[in-house]
């Protein structure tokens, strides 16, 4: 069929916005959220870019006098120096971090700062990178963030909370792959005595109840981006089609994976939407929706978790095209989410082909 059937697909907007707890989850947690955000977390104040501090630890290697040489050299978009460069002891140094007077030093070709600092955490990204590469050209691409956006404003976390968001609630649609799984269950669901003798097949059904979901999802991401740029003031009006690129393949991927879930659980419709909502605050918890430093703590103690969680890869996705204008990872990210959904998908097709149950 190479039409939408529309009367179909708005039987199926209509059943599917009947269910409260479906529409409170998706449409009303994520706007409250935002809100709450928006009234607690204060807005970015944009200021003049300072060098970022940085010391390096005398040992008389010529790979520290090389380091020194490629920071010092190194250039804003409007020709100010990036890194203020100077050397001293191990012992001064943990005493100028201590005392916050600069932002990271260089010992042994380690980068140490404090966790909290993001210009700290830049210097280690850019010495990393150094070590990888020693050509310029590479490393201003991968550092286009330090390098010219600082010169405009500094980095302020406050506003990734705003992109965890995003990701977290395009990722509650695995409550409708919950819910539309189970009208379809003839021996769990009263509704899929109805849905199953209509003329149409179950396969059809499931396929405009995809349709259904994407279309609500759609709607929710255009009302939560118009909310950031217009309450928030966040500009990510150049990048909006990215945006809804990335949110719409997370509400994929909560969607089959709501869907498994809804297939392999035991319970009610109400215990495995309880499931549905531990599930979802774990991922974005573990994100760093509450502690900014979560994120890091995990990528850092237990990788595996950040590699399979979809809230996490797409709050990745957009921070790197929000704040380091970089297309590349963020396609990376993309295209790994994308792999999870069609892997859920494969398996949930898999899941939900059975045609007798063992109580009929």
Same mark, same amino acid.
Request: charge should be positive.
């Given at each position: ?5 529309r009367d179909?697909?708005?039987y199926r ?6 269910d409260y ?7 009303m947690?994520?706007f409250?959220?935002a809100?709450?955000f928006c009234i607690?977390i204060?807005?970015t104040?944009?200021?003049?870019f300072?060098?970022i501090?940085?010391v390096i ?6 790979e520290n006098i090389d380091m020194y040489?490629?920071?010092s050299l ?6 100010e120096a990036?890194?203020h460069?100077s050397?001293c002891s191990?012992?001064m ?7 916050h ?6 010992e042994k ?17 850019y010495?990393?990178?150094c070590k990888?590469t020693k050509?310029?050209a590479?490393?201003?691409?991968q550092?286009?963030?330090?390098s010219?956006?600082?010169v405009?404003?500094t980095?302020d976390?406050?506003?990734s909370?705003f992109?965890t968001?995003?990701?977290l609630a ?6 409708w792959g919950?819910?539309?799984?189970y009208?379809?269950e003839?021996?769990l669901?009263s509704?899929a005595a109805?849905?199953?003798v209509?003329?149409v ?9 995809f349709?259904?979901v994407? $279309?609500?999802?759609f709607?929710?991401g255009?009302v ?7 309450g928030?003031?966040m500009?990510?009006?150049p990048?909006?089609?990215y945006f ?6 997370t509400?994929m991927?909560g969607?089959w994976?709501g869907?498994i ?18 599930i979802s605050?774990?991922?974005g918890?573990l ?13 850092t103690a237990?990788?595996?978790f950040?590699?399979?969680?979809p ?15 970089d297309?590349r ?5 993309l $295209?790994?989410l ?6 859920l ?7 939900t082909?059975?045609d007798s149950?063992?109580?009929?």
């Open positions: 069929m190479l039409f939408l059937d179909l697909l708005r907007l209509k059943s599917l916005l009947a707890t479906c529409c409170f989850w998706t449409f947690f994520p409250i959220l809100v709450v607690m204060p807005k104040h944009y200021q003049n300072q060098p501090q940085v630890v005398k040992e008389g290697k010529r040489r490629v920071l190194e250039k804003t978009s409007s020709g990036l890194f460069v050397y191990q012992v140094a943990k005493e100028k971090l201590d005392k007077e600069i932002d990271a030093y260089i070709s380690k980068v140490v700062c404090a966790k909290n600092n993001s210009k700290g955490i830049c210097v280690k990204v010495v990393e990178w990888q050509q310029n590479d490393l201003d691409m550092m286009r963030y330090i010219s956006d600082c405009e404003r980095f976390r406050n506003e909370y992109l968001l995003l990701a395009a990722f509650t649609a695995i409550h919950i819910r539309t799984t009208d379809l003839g021996n669901s509704l109805h849905l199953l209509m003329p097949s179950k396969r059809r059904l499931g396929r405009y109840n349709y259904a994407m $279309l609500i999802q709607f929710q255009i939560l981006d118009a909310m950031l740029i217009l928030r003031g500009k990510i009006i990048v909006l089609p809804f690129l990335i949110q719409m393949v509400s991927t969607f994976g869907r879930l809804c297939c392999i659980l035991k319970g009610d419709l109400h215990d495995k939407q309880r499931i549905a909502e531990g605050f774990l991922s918890f994100s760093g929706i509450m502690f900014y430093k979560m994120r890091y703590a995990i990528e237990a990788p595996f950040s590699w399979i969680n809230v996490s890869i797409a709050s990745d996705a957009l921070f790197y095209l929000y704040y380091v204008k297309k990872y963020y396609t990376e990210d $295209l790994v994308f792999g999870i959904a069609v892997i998908n494969l398996i949930g097709l898999h899941l082909r059975r149950y063992e109580c009929l």
